[in-house]
Each structure stands twice: as C-alpha cells, then as structure tokens.
C-alpha cells in the first residue's frame, strides 16, 4: 500500500522536504526525500539511491535544512549521517565540509564505505 508523500515546509514556504514513503520490506518504510523549490517546483536534490531515508528534519533557517538520513537496511554503524542542506546556496555541508548539491550521492556513498558499510 502506498502512504500519501509527507511534506514539510520551511519556514517562509519557499522550500519544502518531500518524504516519499515505499514498503523495502516487511513493515519495513523508507521515506525517501526531496528537496524542492516550492517557486518553481524544482527538486534541488533527491538521492539517486532510494534506500536513504530521512528520518527526521529540522529547519535551522528559511533556507538550511538539517536532515538525518538512513540507509536501509538501517543495520550499520553509525546508523545515520547529518547532511545540512542550504537550499539557496545549492549546497550541502556533510562531516564539516560543503559540497555543490550536484556532489551529494557521490559523497554519501563514499563516506559510507569509508565507515565500514561497503
């Protein structure tokens, strides 16, 4: 069964997290997001591999997002990664260090071997 897309605004309605949920297993969900221009009707980034999961958000700004996303199965350590997301800036700041949008499957992917998750 299909769950309705969870949307979260920011606060000035520019931008907006999309959280599409799909069943990767048994009662087991992925919310699996979007980031959009809410102006334009943009994605500014989604993740290429649908097994990351946002599984919590926060708005630091009208225009930076905190997202804590997860890669299912979820059974690595750690079991999620910070990625801050500045929807104006067209980057995102992953371990201390800000990447170009365009950059961010190819950093999580790396930095998820690299902690031992291959």
């Not at 907006?16 to 102006?39: C, F, K």
């Not at 997860?70 to 990664?81: E, F, I, L, S, T």
């Not at 800000?98 to 071997?113: K, M, Q």
């Amino acid at each position: 069964m299909q769950a309705d897309i969870e949307i979260t605004d920011s606060p000035d309605g520019h931008y907006a997290v999309h959280a599409t949920p799909w069943e990767a297993g048994a009662s087991h969900w992925i919310y699996h997001p979007a980031i959009v221009d809410n102006r334009s009707g943009r994605v500014l980034w989604s993740p290429a591999d649908r097994h990351w999961s946002v599984e919590g958000l926060r708005w630091l700004s009208t225009a930076r997002v905190s997202l804590q996303l997860r890669k299912y199965p979820g059974d690595r350590r750690p079991a999620m990664m910070e990625l801050v997301v500045d929807c104006c800036a067209e980057q995102a700041r992953l371990h201390n260090d800000w990447h170009p949008l365009a950059a961010v499957d190819v950093l999580l992917a790396a930095v998820w071997a690299a902690e031992g998750n291959a």
